[in-house]
Structures are given as C-alpha cells and as structure tokens.
C-alpha cells in the first residue's frame, strides 16, 4: 500500500487516532521515507576554483620563461650595439684622408698629395692620366701636351709615386713639380684640367676610399682595384 506524500499528515493522524497499530507501523515509515526524500536537499557538486591565469593558459613558470627570454633579447641587443659603436669608434680614431692638390708660387708649380685625416693612409693604386688615359710615362705625357720641341725631362721636373707606400696623418708628398720657366709655365697652361692624378687608399681596418686631383673628393670604396 502506498501513499503520496501530502497525504500523509492526514492518513497518519486516522492510524493514531483509531490506534491502528499494524497499518500505523507500514504507513508511518512510507510516510517519513517520502518526506525525507521531498525535503532533503541534492547534493551539488562543487569544483576548485580557477585562477583566471591558468584558464588563460598561462602560469607562473610560462610568465617567467618569456621574460628570461626578452632579458636575454635586450641583453644581446644592447651588446650588438655596444660592439657596433666601439668598432665605429675606432675605425673613427684612424681615418685617413688623402687631399690631392695642385699649386703655384713663385718657384714654381707643383702637384702635392697630402693626408689630412686621422690616421695612416695605405696607397693601394696610384694613376696619372691625361683626357682620361692612363699615362704610366711621365716624359711621354709632357710630350703629348707640349709637343717634342718643348718638351722637359726629369732633369728639370721632379717626380714622386707613392705607390703601395705609406702616408701618414699630417704627412705631405710633392707629386709632381716644376720650376718656371717658359716650357714649364706652357705646360701648366695646356694641361690644365688635362692631366689628373687618381689615388686609391685603405686605412688600417681595411675600408677603402678613392680621390682624385680634379674632383677633390674622396669617394668610398668597396675594394681598390
């Protein structure tokens, strides 16, 4: 015999009043097993609470790995640049700078190569040229300019190659010179934006530069040639 919970108060209060033992008994424990069911709270089951960093995906080890690892990238960053500049510094500390120049007093004309930089000039290639062709003869460029019957040779003009040498910071060279006379002042005159001398140097740390006596102007260069 079974009996629905709301009724329950009622029938049990019959049972006790007719003093039905047996049927008291049978109802009386069907009556509490469905109220202790209808009034018993379920279980709920409840879950650890999550840290918002973790359900990210993230963690204090991953937090501290990447930022081991951007230390490590400004670290190495800032070295690069250290070494950058300490190689700037000192290649700075040694730059050479060739001039050459042409002049006159009244002595006479002269050719001067002169290095205004820093440091040691290494001279890797030097040309002279005339409309611009190599004249490797210097008594053959004179003739090509003033013609045999005024030509001069090295018994009046005096001549230096400083090639493959070694030009110093402050040190001066004279190329070329000659005194006056009337062969010579012909000479200046027709060659005049003629005759050009080319020069091509290194410094100690290998950076190369070439100029010449027409443009004045030392021009970087990958490599002498």
């Known amino acids: 015999m079974k009996v629905k919970a709301k009724r329950c108060r009622f029938i049990l209060l019959v049972v006790l009043h ?23 709270a379920p279980e709920v089951e409840t879950k650890p ?6 359900r990210r995906g993230f963690d204090l080890n991953s937090i501290a790995t990447i930022g081991a690892v951007i230390l490590s990238i400004v670290a190495i960053s800032i070295s690069v640049l250290e070494v950058s500049t300490m190689r700037t510094h ?6 050479p700078y060739l001039e050459i120049s042409q002049g006159y007093n009244q002595d006479g004309f002269r050719m001067t190569l002169e290095n205004k930089g820093v440091g040691p000039a290494l001279i890797k290639r030097f040309e002279m040229t005339l409309d611009g062709k190599s004249a490797p003869d210097l008594d053959k460029m ?49 060659a005049n934006n003629r005759v050009n001398i080319i020069a091509c140097y290194c410094s100690i740390h290998d950076q190369c530069w070439q100029t010449s006596m027409l443009t004045n102007e030392a021009t970087e260069v990958k490599a002498c040639k």
Not at 19 to 29: D, E, F, I, T, Y
Not at 49 to 54: E, L, Q, R, T
């Open 18 to 40: 007719y003093n039905l033992h047996a049927m008291r008994v049978h109802l009386l424990g069907q009556c509490l097993e469905r109220y202790v069911t209808r009034t018993e």
């Open 90 to 95: 000192q290649r700075a500390s040694v730059w």
């Open 142 to 190: 004179i003739i090509d300019v003033v013609g045999e019957e005024n030509a001069f040779s090295y018994d009046l003009y005096g001549s230096n190659n400083p090639s493959n040498g070694v030009i110093s910071a402050g040190e001066s060279v004279r190329l070329f010179g000659v005194p006056w006379e009337d062969r010579t002042r012909l000479f200046t005159q027709r």
């Open 49 to 54: 609470a999550v840290n918002p960093v973790y």
